[in-house]
């Protein structure tokens, strides 16, 4: 097993894919460079859940403007 390619979501190894580079506030930092696809895309989508739960569509817009 290559130490360098452990996914900094779940710690499994075989990750694939560099982390992307914006988040939602409530998403996890990878711990590591990079991340499996798949933990990525799952933690975006319950931080995104999340987030819209707790202050809504408007907040979730307001939000997306401010990403460069």
Do not use: Q, S
């Not at 799952?42 to 997306?64: C, I, K, M, P, Q």
């Amino acid at each position: 097993m290559n130490d360098e390619d452990i996914c900094g979501l779940c710690g499994g190894p075989e990750a694939d894919k560099i982390p992307h580079p914006n988040r939602w506030p409530t998403e996890a930092r990878p711990d590591t460079g990079l991340v499996h696809a798949e933990c990525e895309r799952n933690e975006t989508e319950r931080a995104f859940v999340e987030y819209r739960n707790r202050v809504g569509e408007e907040g979730v817009a307001r939000f997306l403007r401010f990403i460069p």
